[in-house]
């Protein structure tokens, strides 16, 4: 034996070099011998260096880099099957062993390997020249190689010998890696050029953990690179911060200029043709080449698919020719006509020659015989099975990542459309928050969605056709319709996906109700617990509820009848052909044919069940899209302030790769000094701060008869020519032509901005001749004749009756109302500021509410904070101005965030300021404060234009000019002299109205200031929100002093008004914070509390809990339902094979020209009863699966609204609303369908695995020892994968709210952020919630692929296992050979089955963590005690009298009180006042009536008796409260004043009439039935509260409080309604807590509170006698 093997001259070339194959063999070893010696030094080298030991990202990619990778791979390939070929050849040669035909192909595969990790190291560490040493290695084999395949023709090889041409193969691939050395070395220059073009690594690779695009084709391909934050999340939990930044490619700006780019072509060419667009075909424009990309990964999987089939038959075939042949005794080296593996000699003529010569013959392996051999075949579907989930894998990974940058091109488009979306289209509810936030959510996600299914649109069509055409060729016309039957179940998919479609849409609009209904709910709960409305909020909610579960059942019965179509039409089609092909084709059914055809019907199975999910997911999409273009094209506001739709550049928040942007889109940051020149284009011109050029604008510009359209808007003077224009909803600024001169431009809205004459500067705004709409379709008049001329750096005050029309004016000016006639002109350069009627502020920190995005200024800041009397609020915060303020300003009082809102207008030094009646929120003596320090001082003194509206009538000395609304006209206006001269009447109503109030204000004059008098009273501690360490804040309050106190030393509100915060979670951009330092907040001042969040797995009692929600009974009878249908699918399956293989005995045992035929009726009638069981079993547990489903989801959101509506109030002060309305939404949606169908999916893939493992098991015993492992490894690689997954998923959720709690913010603030032109600011934030939300769910996507690939490359090692394991069973005779193919088929099957358990398992443990946080507040505390009983007297209370004993109240058990020590009584029908300053404890004070407030010492009596012992519904019912916070329900006029229905019209008349109501109402169309829109939106605030008021009046209680009630009404009708409650409640005590210390000055008594305690308790004219606080508080407010 030797290296040459044992022949006669075998080491001798006598005869020629090329004539011996060993010393060609030994010679190919040489360049591979010397490249692995240099590499291996090379490798060794650069890793014991300095540079090998950092872990420095220099990755780069040559050029070729893909391939040469694919290259690469295809040689170790062929290197591998050469390999097998030498062992194979040498096996049948019956020479000693051949080592030169071994050897070499080893060290052609050793080098070949090592060339790949050489290039990868070369360009990891980025050293080009090291790639000079694989030039000559490639030539060198190539050469040599090329010499083989000379010396293989030269010895007399055949075309048909495997040798051949795998060496020529070689040789091609080396000429190959030779062209793509040289292509690199030309095209890089690194070596021979005095300049080499030098690759740099990208610079986003230090700051990015997301690498796929900067790692090699390997890693790219299998997902390697993910590994390390698998790793690290598998070690410990993930946070936000360890998943590094979004890559460039990713981020929502990139893919957003893209969408925008191709939205503006399809756009152009959808108005040349009269069309609207298709965003379609914009999204396909945008994202086309990776989707065809991914289009060709698809195709070229599914067809490799079809290798698996073709292997089965050609397996089992070869079996039975192996055993037949052992049955005869013949062997296979002598057996001419044998079909197994036939080694043939070469050629006749060599045979002839080596025989004459008399030299022994050498074997070679034809490639028939290669690709016959049963083992051989195993390796084949091994390699084809990993091909295909490779393709198939990155195939699914580039339409998710595609899809993914869809969203966030679509949310980012969204809410830049937001920005700019005009208020009449929210206002008249064609567009209202919902549809908007539904556009973010749901139609972004259904567009992604799409993306997944895009390809199956095609490929599913293909793969059918292919699978028909097969079957057809091994059973004929029987496969036929057994396919048919498949194709023709279509139709019923369809007809089934269109039924989930429709019934889904309704599910959807029906939970819409509902979690309106929840949110009305959580958002008014306040009131529903002051007024004991639970029942009937409950009952409203349950109907909705109801016609939900409704809908929810018939798209479960779709969902099961999808299940049993998708399960059933399979089986009913291999019953079909099979009992037809032996009768139709009059041949018996023999293994290979049938098995292969069974697996057949598996490929098939895949397409049919995702073909109704693909259908419903293209409807949504669709449906998504149709939606999605009439929001884009919508009607946009006339006053857009200046806006440039810029984006803040900066290195953490844009990507890298814009500069080499086609569209030269430059990016601009507004500064807080520019944006103030962004007026230039009438507040309506986009990029304004652009067009600064002389001559470019004049000094006024003008809104005049607009129509708001998209599609009218032109910007040729934004971009640059020979790009499409760019007039869309969305337009970035471009660089190029910013100041080309046109005499008109036209905005985005259509309306008009001409230029004009220079203005007077004297006028700040101009209106002539307007007439302005908040009705885009019928344009009716809201406010007319308006002729105003608003005179710079004067004080105008804006007055009239509730509805006059006074919002609706400075609407009018901002221009967010609908110019209907006439123009209206503002100054150029003006900057504006404006304090809404309702405060708007964001859940930030104090601090960052009153900068607004300004810089900060210390100085500066300290004298707002003074002017707006803020200093002692401040003081007594937690966290001192670095508090976080709730959402909607929970933890402040009316007056506190009123006076935010005015410190934010004095601090952003705007030239005008708007103000829609702030004072009203304000005690009298703190609006004289603020009156008199900001707009007297601080404003008029700096020359600022003020425009006021108010109804605080003894202000109008001060005003330059005075402006009367009425009917929506300018009654009249002028200076108060004039006035008085013009309209005399009209004086003597003021005057009149303001008696009261001057015989209030003479009672002392002097000249004592408020210094000194009550600045000595102690500041109470803020105690309403909690001082524990919630939840960390990301800055740090500036370490400041404090300064001098305020001349107004004001308490903080310790109120518990209503309403809930939002935003959970802070994550702003970094670039934000880098504006405002990069401080750490404390723990302090911070309200809302962190949200319960679990750590590692559900816990098993989570899944206990939603078993027995759903009932143990029906989850068992589910189960076993589903077990039964599986044990009949594989019994089908087995006796299918039994049946097979005695028909294919009685064929190869039966002679050819036999008549006797084979008994197929004996195996037919139990293959027909198993199928039929089977197919009824999958039609019960379908059912069984979603009614049981249904059941669960409904006991557990009964249990879950009975809770939350009974929980105390605090829970809703520490809570934000969108993590409460996310249980009944989102928790609840996933509990309702996608838990049930997760469940028996689950189930399924289970069962269907061990049964596919039970049938291996049966064909071999060893496939055990194989699969034990693999089950394992399974298991480990899901713990390991879950850990990582499961953290992400949460990080997704978590990142989510941030976005919508934006938008909300956005959207409820829109008018303000548009008056301040923080359209920039805003849209950056949201920009960088977008990608922060981005990032954890491309990570976990990109996980799932991981997963993926490997669970299906197990898969494939399970494939090969069984299949060389049933093969050798098979022909060592311990199996049937059709036993072998159903062995593989199930093989082939449970690799996707293992898969999706693992997924599945997964996603049920997220989708778990919904029963999880339903079940959480299932188990709250609530509010009732045990002491409770009901009153026995039916008329209780009977006199209304009120005892407080030694009373301290506190918010929470762990908090200081609130009100401390309170001792009084109130008789029966006294009239009682209560004042005091901001947050002194007045609310709180009345609010324990009620029980709202825990009560920490002493006791509540109401006519004797303790309010502690009596049930709280029944207590509230028999007390009456006008709220701070007025409060309206979705429904009808009448439904707000009698939820139960219980009274008759003429008293709901009465009570209208009595508040003043009766003629608005009466003039509605359906009066009493009259819509109430969301949140009373069609109601001005002074009208809620005048219907709160009515609702008193109904109630006919013996005791009223009013809390501030007639705040936002004018003097006239508040004295009209004093007298009214003088009428109605002569004799019934009634509680006002006032503002307007006239309201109260003929009370009986009034009471003082201060820092919690009751200062004083008299009658008012006792208490003006001395010198008591009250006569303090008196005195200011006369100031």
Not at 378 to 386: G, H, K, N, P
């Amino acid at each position: 034996m030797s290296f040459c093997g044992s022949r006669e001259g075998s080491l001798s070339v006598k005869d020629g070099v090329l004539r011996n194959k060993c010393f060609v063999d030994v010679m190919n070893i040489i360049p591979h011998g010397l490249f692995i010696v240099t590499s291996i030094f090379i490798l060794i080298a650069w890793r014991e260096s300095i540079v090998g030991r950092l872990k420095a990202k220099t990755w780069v990619h040559f050029r070729c880099h893909s391939i040469r990778w694919i290259l690469t791979l295809f040689l170790i390939l062929i290197n591998a099957i050469e390999i097998a070929e030498g062992f194979v050849s040498d096996y049948i040669d019956p020479d000693s062993a051949n080592y030169h035909v071994i050897v070499p192909p080893c060290f052609s595969l050793v080098s070949t390997i090592l060339t790949i990790v050489l290039y990868h190291n070369i360009e990891m560490f980025n050293s080009p020249r090291v790639l000079l040493i694989l030039i000559p290695y490639w030539i060198s084999a190539c050469g040599l190689k090329l010499l083989k395949a000379f010396s293989l023709y030269v010895t007399g090889i055949a075309p048909e010998h495997l040798r051949l041409w795998i060496t020529w193969a070689v040789v091609l691939i080396y000429g190959a890696l030779i062209l793509v050395e040289l292509v690199v070395l030309f095209t890089q220059r690194y070596a021979f050029c005095k300049k080499p073009k030098k690759i740099h690594a990208p610079p986003e690779l230090e700051r990015t953990r997301y690498y796929a695009n900067f790692v090699n084709f390997l890693s790219k391909a299998t997902f390697w690179w993910v590994n390390d934050i698998l790793i690290d999340g598998f070690k410990s939990p993930l946070t936000q911060k360890s998943l590094g930044k979004l890559p460039s490619t990713e981020r929502a700006l990139t893919n957003y200029k893209s969408l925008l780019h191709a939205f503006e072509i399809e756009r152009d060419k959808a108005t040349k043709n009269g069309k609207q667009p298709s965003l379609h075909k914009i999204y396909l424009r945008a994202f086309w080449p990776l989707l065809l990309l991914a289009g060709i990964f698809r195709l070229c999987g599914d067809l490799l698919a079809f290798v698996g089939p073709w292997c089965i038959e050609s397996i089992v075939d070869y079996a039975y020719a192996l055993t037949e042949a052992d049955v005869k005794n013949a062997t296979a080296t002598t057996s001419a006509n044998t079909t197994t593996v036939t080694y043939s000699p070469v050629s006749t003529g060599n045979l002839t020659l080596n025989q004459t010569e008399n030299k022994p013959i050498e074997y070679y392996v034809t490639v028939e015989t290669f690709a016959t051999n049963g083992y051989g075949l195993c390796v084949v579907l091994f390699i084809a099975t990993v091909l295909q989930h490779t393709l198939l894998q990155n195939h699914h990974y580039t339409v998710i990542r595609q899809g993914i940058r869809l969203r966030s091109a679509i949310q980012t488009m969204v809410y830049s459309k937001a920005l700019r979306l005009s208020t009449l289209t929210i206002t008249n509810g064609k567009t209202t928050v919902g549809q908007i936030v539904n556009h973010m959510s749901m139609d972004s996600t259904f567009l992604m969605m799409q993306f997944f299914f895009i390809h199956y649109t095609w490929a599913t069509p293909i793969q059918v056709a292919l699978a028909m055409l097969l079957m057809y060729f091994k059973l004929g016309v029987s496969a036929v319709i057994g396919g048919l039957l498949i194709v023709l179940s279509a139709p019923a998919q369809v007809y089934v996906g269109r039924g989930m479609s429709s019934t889904q849409k309704k599910v959807m609009q029906r939970a819409d109700v509902r979690v309106k209904r929840c949110n009305e709910m959580i958002q008014g709960m306040k009131v529903i617990k002051l007024l004991a409305w639970e029942s009937f909020i409950a009952k409203g909610i349950n109907e909705a509820r109801k016609i939900e579960l409704k809908h929810l059942l018939k798209n479960a019965v779709f969902r099961a009848m999808f299940t049993f179509i998708g399960t059933a039409v399979p089986a009913i089609a291999t019953l079909l052909t099979f009992v037809l092909y032996p009768y139709i084709e009059k041949e018996p059914l023999t293994a290979g044919k049938a098995l292969s055809t069974l697996a057949l019907f598996n490929i098939l199975y895949v397409p049919l069940v995702l073909f109704s999910v693909m259908t419903s997911t293209l409807i949504m999409a669709n449906v998504s899209a149709k939606r999605l273009m009439p929001y884009f094209l919508a009607p946009e506001v006339e006053g857009l302030q200046g806006f440039s739709d810029t984006i803040k550049t900066g290195t953490e928040s844009l990507p890298e790769d814009l500069t080499g942007d086609p569209e030269h889109i430059q990016l601009h940051l507004l500064s807080a000094e520019d944006k103030h020149d962004g007026l230039s284009t009438s507040m309506c011109s986009l990029a304004s701060h652009h067009s600064h050029a002389p001559g470019a604008f004049s000094a006024r510009h003008s809104r005049q008869n607009s129509s708001s359209s998209l599609l009218e808007y032109n910007t040729e003077h934004l971009v640059n020519p020979g790009f499409p224009r760019r007039h869309s909803a969305i337009t970035l600024s471009a660089v190029g032509d910013h100041h080309h001169h046109h005499h008109r431009r036209r905005q985005m809205s259509g309306v008009s901005i001409e230029e004009l004459q220079e203005c007077d500067p004297q006028y700040a705004v101009e209106v002539s001749g307007g007439a302005f709409s908040w009705d885009l379709e019928t344009k009716e008049l809201a406010l007319k004749n308006i002729d105003l001329q608003i005179p710079s750096g004067k004080l105008i005050m804006v007055v009239g009756t509730v509805g006059s029309g006074k919002s609706s004016l400075l609407s009018a000016l901002l221009g967010e109302m609908l110019t209907v006639t006439g123009k209206v002109q503002w100054c150029r350069n003006a900057s504006i500021a404006y304090v809404s009627q309702k405060p708007w502020l964001l859940n930030k920190t104090l601090k960052e509410n009153i900068l607004f995005g300004n810089s900060y200024s210390w100085k500066r800041f300290q004298k707002v904070i003074e002017a707006c009397a803020l200093q002692p609020d401040i003081d007594s915060l937690p966290a001192g101005d670095a508090t976080e303020i709730g959402e909607k300003g929970i933890n402040l009082s009316g007056g506190q965030k009123q006076r935010i809102s005015i410190a934010r207008a004095l601090y952003s030094t705007a030239d005008i300021i708007i103000m829609d009646d702030p004072l009203s929120a304000l005690d009298a003596h703190v609006g004289r404060h603020v009156f008199d320090d900001v707009v007297m001082k601080k404003l008029m003194r700096r020359k600022k234009t003020v425009i006021l509206v108010t109804h605080q009538l003894q202000y109008l000395n001060y005003a330059h000019s005075v402006l009367v609304m009425k009917d929506g006209e300018i009654a009249c206006q002028g200076k108060l002299t004039e006035v008085k001269k013009t309209h005399p009447d009209l004086y003597e109503s003021w005057r009149k109205a303001l008696k009261d109030a001057k015989a209030a204000e003479s009672v002392r004059k002097d000249s004592e200031t408020l210094d000194g008098t009550i600045d000595h009273l102690p500041v109470r501690q803020f105690s309403e929100i909690s001082q524990k360490s919630q939840v960390s804040i990301e800055e740090d309050p500036v370490k400041e002093s404090n300064g001098k106190l305020s001349t107004v030393s004001e308490p903080v509100s310790i109120e518990s008004p209503s309403g809930n915060e939002s935003g959970e979670v802070k994550d702003e951009d970094d670039d934000y914070d880098k504006e405002h330092g990069d401080e750490s907040k404390p723990e302090v001042g911070k309200l809302i509390k962190k949200e319960h969040r679990e750590v590692g797995s559900v816990s098993i009692r989570v899944y206990f809990s939603h078993i027995r929600a759903c009932g143990i009974p029906f989850a068992l009878f589910s189960v076993l339902t589903l077990l039964t249908n599986q044990t009949l699918l594989v019994s089908t399956n087995i006796w299918v094979s039994h049946w097979a293989s005695k028909s294919t005995e009685f064929v190869k045992s039966e002679p050819h020209n036999s008549t006797q035929t084979f008994d197929n009726w004996e195996y037919i009638p139990t293959y027909i009863i198993l199928s039929i069981c089977a197919v009824l079993a999958t039609l019960i547990s379908g059912f069984a699966f979603q009614l049981t489903g249904i059941r669960g989801a409904k006991n557990l959101h009964v249990g879950l609204l009975n809770t939350v509506l009974h929980v105390p109030m605090r829970f809703f002060d520490t809570n934000p609303s969108g993590r409460i309305i996310n249980r009944f939404s989102s928790d609840v949606g996933q509990i309702d369908q996608k838990i049930p169908a997760t469940y028996e999916s689950l189930l399924r893939c289970a069962f269907a695995s061990l049964g596919a493992i039970i049938v291996n098991c049966i064909g071999t015993p060893y496939f055990l020892l194989a699969a034990l492992p693999v089950c394992i490894l399974y298991y480990l690689m899901q713990k390991f994968y879950t850990a990582t997954a499961r953290e992400l998923q949460r990080l997704d959720s978590v990142t989510k709210s941030p976005i919508f709690s934006h938008l909300s913010e956005t959207l409820n603030g829109l008018m303000t952020i548009r008056a301040y032109k923080a359209q920039v600011r805003f849209r950056q934030i949201a920009l960088s919630a977008i990608d922060n939300n981005v990032l954890p769910f491309l990570f976990n996507q990109t996980a799932n692929r991981w997963l993926g690939i490997r669970l299906d490359y197990m898969g494939a090692i399970l494939v090969f296992v069984s299949s060389v394991a049933s093969l050798t069973a098979g022909l060592a005779g311990n199996t049937d050979p059709a036993f072998i193919g159903l062995c593989i088929a199930y093989a082939l099957m449970v690799s996707n089955y293992l898969n999706w358990i693992v997924r599945n398992s997964t996603e049920l443990e997220m989708m778990m963590n919904a029963v999880e946080r339903v079940d959480e507040y299932t188990q709250l505390k609530t509010e009732t005690t045990e002491d409770e009983k009901p009153v026995e007297e039916e008329c209780w209370p009977t006199v209304g009298e009120i005892e407080f004993r030694h009373v301290s109240l506190c918010y929470d058990i762990n908090l200081d009180p609130v009100v401390n020590d309170v001792s009084f009584i109130i008789n029966p029908g006294e009239k009682i006042g209560i004042c005091g300053r901001t947050g002194s404890g007045k609310s709180s004070l009345t609010l324990s009536l009620f029980r709202m407030i825990e009560i920490s010492a002493g006791e509540i009596l109401i006519d004797g008796k303790n309010i502690s012992n009596i049930a709280l519904p029944e207590l509230r019912s028999k007390l009456a409260i006008i709220p701070q916070d007025p409060i309206l329900f979705t429904g009808t006029i009448r439904y707000n004043l009698d939820p139960g229905g219980e009274m008759d019209d003429n008293k709901l008349w009465k009570a209208l009439e009595s508040v003043q109501l009766k003629d608005t109402i009466d003039a509605l169309p359906n009066k009493l039935d009259s819509k109430v829109s969301e949140g009373g939106e069609n109601f001005s605030i002074g009208q809620k509260q005048l219907f709160c008021l009515a609702r008193a009046f109904l109630r006919e209680n013996k005791i009223l409080v009013l809390d501030e009630a007639t705040a936002s009404i004018d003097l006239e009708t508040d004295n009209k309604l004093q007298k009214v409650i003088g009428t109605v409640f002569k004799d019934k005590t009634v509680i006002t807590i006032a503002h307007r210390i006239s309201t109260i000055m003929k009370y009986d008594r009034v009471m003082t509170m201060a820092s919690g305690r009751m200062l004083e308790f008299d009658s008012p004219k006792k208490l003006m006698e001395q010198d008591s606080y009250f006569a303090r508080l008196v005195k200011q407010s006369s100031k």
